[in-house]
């Protein structure tokens, strides 16, 4: 049996003609990849397209469309939430909302649908695109099998991804008041458990550097030993949250290295801490 269905094509009087495409019943299942840093259900017609339900470490779910379609031109698609056959239609609105997305070559991306799409997967429903409505259209209904269980998954993968991308975790700096040596806001201490968090899930960084800075106010040693105070600080809630001390490489620079000049009003930037992960692979992710 092939992998999806054609139905004859539709001819709209004195507009355009419509070739459809339907996914067969059996193959309408949604398959799941799931790491820590990729969530992600799919499901293809072979030869038609692919369609992909995709969430990444601090983006948002976005919805993709995969068209096998080289020799046509996407102008714009919608795709809209429809009941499946099974189901009552007389009690289901037919009024669903109908999403616009992007086009990228031969991709349409939709980033404004996420939790009502997978409430739909889950009730059974299928995905309805129309590709070109306004001429040439095609559409292409990817039907449903055990959705249920699939958006249960790629639910229990979202709780259990990283926090934070590595573009966000290799690099960071941490600032201080003027004088103070321990780091206190709720917005840096949570970055600090992303970050453990993040090195933990990632597997593959070797060292975590974290280097102490001053602004020139005061005296050179005086300066280096508040820069020591304020690294240590960091790598002791480093431990604290569960990183290996062994992993940690401590460092003091004074005023040495200041992002601004220490005259100007943005002093403050040189009061820092900055923390930077080293990865074995140089920093290649695999997902």
């Known amino acids: 049996m092939p992998a999806f269905m054609m139905l004859p094509s539709i001819t709209m009087t004195n507009v355009f003609a419509k070739d459809s495409w339907q996914q067969t019943y059996e193959n309408g299942i949604w398959n799941i990849k799931s790491t820590k840093f990729k969530c992600a259900l799919s499901q293809k017609i072979e030869g038609v397209a692919e369609v992909a339900i995709v969430r990444t470490p601090e983006y948002k779910t976005r919805l993709i469309l995969d068209l096998q379609f080289p020799e046509i031109k996407i102008s714009s698609a919608t795709v809209k939430i429809k009941p499946a056959d099974w189901k009552n239609i007389s009690n289901i609105s037919i009024n669903q909302p109908i999403y616009n997305g992007y086009v990228n070559e031969l991709s349409v991306i939709y980033d404004d649908v996420g939790r009502e799409v997978l409430d739909a997967i889950a009730a059974g429903d299928w995905l309805d695109f129309e590709v070109n409505p306004d001429n040439n259209s095609k559409e292409i209904v990817f039907t449903n099998t055990r959705g249920f269980s699939a958006v249960t998954a790629f639910r229990n993968c979202l709780s259990d991804m990283a926090p934070i991308s590595w573009e966000s975790a290799r690099d960071n700096d941490f600032f201080f008041e003027k004088g103070k040596k321990n780091i206190s806001s709720v917005r840096d201490i949570k970055k600090l458990q992303d970050l453990v968090r993040y090195i933990k899930l990632d597997g593959h960084i070797n060292k975590v ?14 300066n280096r030993q508040l820069s020591q105070q304020r690294a240590d600080d960091v790598a002791s809630r480093l431990v604290e949250f569960g990183l290996k001390p062994a992993q940690l490489e401590v460092r003091a620079h004074g005023s040495r290295y200041p992002l601004v000049n220490n005259n100007d009003k943005d002093q403050g930037l040189n009061r820092r801490v900055s923390v930077r992960l080293i990865r074995k ?5 695999k997902q």
Do not use: E, F, Q, T
């Not at 550097?209 to 005086?222: C, E, H, M, R, T």
């Not at 692979?281 to 992710?285: I, M, R, W």
């Open 209 to 222: 550097l974290v280097d102490g800075y001053s602004d020139s106010v005061g005296n050179s040693i005086a």
């Open 281 to 285: 692979d140089n920093g290649v992710v």
